[in-house]
C-alpha cells in the first residue's frame, strides 16, 4: 500500500463466498457446484495480445494516429453518423484495419470459448469492434458486441442488412459499398455516438442479477452504458477484474478480486489452476493464421461465425497478423498496444489517486441523446483536396444541397489524388 487511506477504499476483510481473493480461490469456486452461471465484460486489453493497437492512448493510440493520417476534425468524429455521411472514408480504413483475419485471436479471447465450451458462460458482453471473439470461437448466442461488430455491416438509410462478400470486396478496393435497395451509404456495423446500444445489449443486461460469477477482463469501466453491467450483478456475486490498472468499484465488495497484469499471463495462470493449460494452449493454436488477406476471411451468414483460412500465395514475413512491429517497437500502423505502453511508462500516482479515478470514471452518468448538429468546416480536408474540387465547399452547404449524394464528392477526390 502507497499510504494509509488505500486500506480504507480496498475491502480488506473476509470473504463471503470465495475461499481467498486470488487465483486460486477462484479457481475452487470455478470447479464448485455453486458456479454454474459466469458472465464476461470484455475490453480493448483483451484484444492487446492480438497486437490490435488501443484507441484512446495518447498520442500512439488508433484516435490519434487517424487524426493525422485521415484528416479527422477531431477524433470522435470517426463514429459520428453526421461525419459518416460527409466523410466516409476514415471509418471504413478503420474497418479495413480490424477486419476479421488481420488479427489473432488472443489466449483471453480462447478462454472465453473454453468457458462456453463447458456450458458455462451465459453471456459475453464485449466493447470491442474487432469481431476476435467469433473468430476464436465464442458462440454468437453467447456474445453481445455492446458497440457493434466490423463483421456486420447496414445501410445508414433505410437500415437493410448488406452481404458481407459485396462488403468485403468493397473494403478490400477501398472503396465506400451503396446499398441495393435505396442506394444509401452502407457502414460498418459500429455502434454510433449517440446511438443506443443494441437491441441485445438491453435485453440480455438483466440476465446479470443471475451470476454466479463475473469475469471483467481489460477494460477500464470508463465508456456507459457498458461500464454500468459490472454493478448489475447480485453483492454476494465474486467480480474478478483482469487488467492493467484499477476499473470502477470492483475491489470495494468481499468478493472482488483483483488479477492487475496483462490478460494472457493472468488467464494463462488461472486455466493452470484449473487444470485446462493444456486445452487453452491447444484451442489458441487452432486460431493460428498466417498473413491472411481479406479474401480468406468469410463470415457465415447464419451463425455469424468468421471463419478465417490461410491466404495462398507467399507469406509476407513469419510473424501472425497483428505482431509485426517497426524498429520503434509499434505495430505494423506505427500503433502501440496499450498495454505495451504501460510497460514503457511506470504510473506516477499513487495506488489512491488511481483508484479515485477508476470510481470518479465509472460514475460518469449514461446518456444516449444525440449530440447537437455540428458542422464539419473545410478543415476536415487538406487544402489539396479542397482546391482539387470546387463541388465540395464547406460542410454546411452540402447539408442543404440534397443533389450532392453522401459521400460522393470526396469520394471523386480521393480517387484522383
Known sequence: MDDPDE??????????????????GIARYMKSEQCRRIFVLLGAGASAGSGVPDFRYPKKGLYSTFMARLNLPYPRALFELTYFRFNPIPLYTLARELYPGRYRPSLTHTFVRLLADRGSLQTCFTENIDALERQAGVPVECLVEAHGSVAEQTCVKCRAQFDGEKMKEAVERGEVARCESCGGLVKPGVVFHGDPPPQAFSERSPELESADLLFVIGTSLIAQPFASLANLVPQNCPRVLIHMDFA???????????????????????????????????????TEVKAPSIDSTQVDGRSGQVHVTAASGTVLDDSSPGEASGLDGTSEFGVMTDAEWQEKEPKTDSLTDRLRTALEQ????????????????????????????????????????????????????GERS
Do not use: N
Request: glycine share 8%; hydrophobic share 40%.
Open 362 to 413: 465509472s460514475e460518469k452518468p449514461s446518456s444516449h441523446v444525440p449530440d447537437p448538429g455540428i458542422t464539419f468546416v473545410a478543415r476536415s480536408l487538406s487544402g489539396e483536396e479542397l482546391f482539387a474540387d470546387a463541388s465540395i465547399g464547406d460542410y454546411a452547404s452540402r447539408q442543404a444541397d440534397a443533389s450532392i449524394s453522401d459521400g460522393d464528392s470526396l469520394l471523386a477526390v
Open 7 to 24: 486500506l480504507l477504499m480496498l475491502y480488506d476483510g473476509p470473504t463471503k463466498i470465495l475461499t481467498s481473493r486470488d487465483v486460486a
Open 248 to 286: 470502477g468499484d470492483i475491489g470495494m465488495r468481499s468478493d472482488d478480486v483483483l488479477l492487475l497484469g496483462k490478460c494472457d499471463d493472468v488467464v494463462r495462470d488461472l486455466c493452470r489452476e484449473l487444470g485446462w493449460e493444456d486445452t487453452l494452449e491447444q484451442e489458441w493454436a487452432k
